[in-house]
């Protein structure tokens, strides 16, 4: 078993509409990140935490510690946030990383 | 503020062959260095970690080695390349503290 599961794997959208993808970890951490890799290859850092929730334009993770479950939501989607997301946990100086959701938003 | 370079971006290797990847980190000192593996249609492998000069753990048994020369050159070799080593390398980098990752531009190898 993962130490990082996400769902769903792969998800299509109409552009505009509200978008969840869900991580849920087995190990004890001190920070979980939301990561977006596009088609090239790069990869960006979205966000970092630890605990609550962040936003950042039309993003928004949220993590809560107790049930061990962070999601990342994309509200207004647009075909330029196409990307994999990539949920990465840090437990004890190490990163274990989810093997991603492929979004894809239509026009 | 903080780059951090990898070359070659794109390398076509025969089987056999030596490698050699490396990644380097501007802007900042002591950061913590990671090299990652990415086969086509799965999620990162962690393959070595440093957190300082000299300093390298490993994470899974391979024929890849790594070496940190300097605080911010971390480069990643094999001496005879398999065709399982084929994959996107990415490298990355944290400060010791908060560890927000930041990843490198990768090296997509293919091994022929």
């Known amino acids: 078993k993962n130490e990082v599961e996400q769902s769903p794997q792969n998800l299509t959208a109409q552009e505009g509409e509200f978008i969840t993808i869900n991580c849920s970890y087995s190990v004890g951490i001190s920070a979980l990140h939301w990561l977006q890799q596009h088609p090239g290859g790069g990869i960006v850092s979205l966000f970092m935490?630890?605990?609550g929730k962040k936003k950042h334009g039309r993003l928004i993770a949220t993590i809560n510690i107790q049930e061990k479950h962070s999601s990342l939501h994309i509200t207004a989607s647009h075909p330029r946030d196409s990307a994999v997301y990539i949920c990465a946990v840090l437990s004890f100086n190490q990163f274990y990383f989810g093997t991603g959701t492929s979004l894809t938003v239509i026009p | 503020s903080q780059t951090i370079h990898q070359w070659p971006a794109t390398l076509v290797q025969p089987v056999g062959s030596p490698l050699s990847l490396e990644c380097t980190v501007e802007?900042?000192?002591?950061?913590?260095l990671y090299w990652y593996r990415q086969a086509a249609g799965r999620g990162l492998q962690l393959l070595f970690y440093s957190v300082g000069i000299g300093q390298i753990s490993s994470e899974v048994p391979q024929n890849l080695s790594a070496s940190r020369p300097q605080d911010r050159q971390f480069i990643l070799s094999s001496k005879k390349l398999l065709l399982s080593d084929s994959g996107f390398y990415l490298c990355?980098?944290?400060?010791?503290?908060?560890?927000?990752?930041?990843f490198g531009p990768g090296t997509r190898l293919t091994v022929t």
């Open positions: 802007g900042t000192s002591n950061p913590n």
């Open positions: 990355a980098w944290t400060r010791q503290r908060p560890y927000e990752q930041y």
């Open positions: 935490l630890s605990s």
